[in-house]
């Protein structure tokens, strides 16, 4: 369950940015990823701060 990983990285102090697609297959799911990674990596390259939405992350499926 991919909420609850990135709840647990979380957790353990990682900056994590999560999206969640809803009704999107994984390759339909390419294009808000791509329109949204691209400017991501880019301001990584760029030196910004890298933000997170830990505190936004509904929760997911017991593993």
Known sequence: DVRSIARQYCD????????????????????PWIAEALPWLQGRFDGAAVTNNCGNILPGNEL
Do not use: C, P, R
């Open 12 to 31: 353990d102090g990682a900056d994590i940015t999560y999206h969640e697609y809803q009704l999107l297959s994984h390759t339909m799911g390419m294009v």
